[in-house]
């Protein structure tokens, strides 16, 4: 499948597309496909501030 796979913190240019596996479900587990997704405007803020900043994620 393809997904975007964040390894650390970047900006939207360094962002690329890979092929991954399909993970494997577990027992009591679900897989779910998402067609789409999102990212409002404070996340990107927060983002842009925290690397403009030198602050690294939890």
Do not use: D, H, Y
């Not at 993970?23 to 842009?48: C, D, M, Q, Y």
């Amino acid at each position: 499948m393809k997904a975007v796979v964040l390894e650390k913190t970047c900006t939207a240019s360094e962002l690329a597309v890979q092929e991954v596996p399909i993970p494997k479900v577990k027992s009591g587990w679900v897989l779910v496909k998402i067609n789409a997704f999102g990212i409002n405007r404070s996340e990107i803020f927060t983002i842009f501030k925290r690397i403009w900043c030198g602050l690294c994620f939890a």
